[in-house]
Nanobody
Framework: QVQLVESGGGLVQPGGSLRLSCAAS????????LGWYRQAPGKERELVAA???????NYADSVNGRFTISRDNAKNTVYLQMNSLKPEDTAVYFC????????????????WGQGTQVTVSS
């Protein structure tokens, strides 16, 4: 029905940058809120950043000022620009897309990406 493909993860040194992307495809009628979550070993999944249809954003305190979430509605894609990366940013990052389909245009569901590994180490 709806597929999310994440990319952009990898291994970087502390202080480096990465840009994650998440492209949604399928019978999408409308995309609502978008978000990025992460889960580190031994920890629970946490919200990293979120962006609404109107462009309002919200960030976890731990990444505020270093990460930037953005969206490209024409491409059905959400991005996460990560700068000044720290070892504690190491985690699997998941995108979350809330959208409706052509079959039920006014009913919204949450869809999740497969996850992409981000490792910050020297």
């Amino acid at each position: 029905q709806v597929q999310l493909v994440e990319s952009g993860g990898g291994l970087v040194q502390p202080g480096g940058s990465l840009r994650l992307s998440c492209a949604a495809s399928g019978s999408i009628f409308s995309i609502n809120d978008l978000g990025w979550y992460r889960q580190a070993p031994g920890k629970e999944r946490e919200l990293v950043a979120a962006i609404t249809t109107g462009g309002s954003t919200n960030y976890a305190d731990s990444v505020n000022g270093r990460f930037t979430i953005s969206r490209d509605n024409a491409k059905n894609t959400v991005y996460l620009q990560m700068n000044s990366l720290k070892p504690e940013d190491t985690a699997v990052y998941f995108c979350n897309v809330r959208c409706s389909t052509y079959r039920l245009p006014h009913i919204f569901y949450d869809y999740w990406g497969q996850g992409t590994q981000v490792t910050v180490s020297s």
